[in-house]
């Protein structure tokens, strides 16, 4: 289980909060997809750069070894 938390500018300016697959376009590394590029419209390359090696790296870690970040606790 995981929490994702993170509002863009674009979510504010429509009112979103961090709404279900919000998580996606950082989970698959996508920033030139259309969702990703809404979503991110305003942010600069570092936030979604950030939000991938996050979000991103700790699937593949998941994905590969069975844990996915030692600050993640078992739920």
Known sequence: M?????VTKSGRVFG???????????????????????????????VFERICQDIHGDW???ITTGEPNLDWQRF
Request: hydrophobic share 40%; charged share 25%.
């Open 2 to 6: 995981y929490r994702f938390e993170l």
């Open 16 to 46: 979103w909060k961090a709404s279900h697959a919000f998580e996606l376009p950082a989970v698959f590394e996508r920033p030139n997809h259309p969702f990703s590029q809404f979503q991110f419209k305003g942010e600069t390359q570092e």
């Open 60 to 62: 593949v870690r998941l």
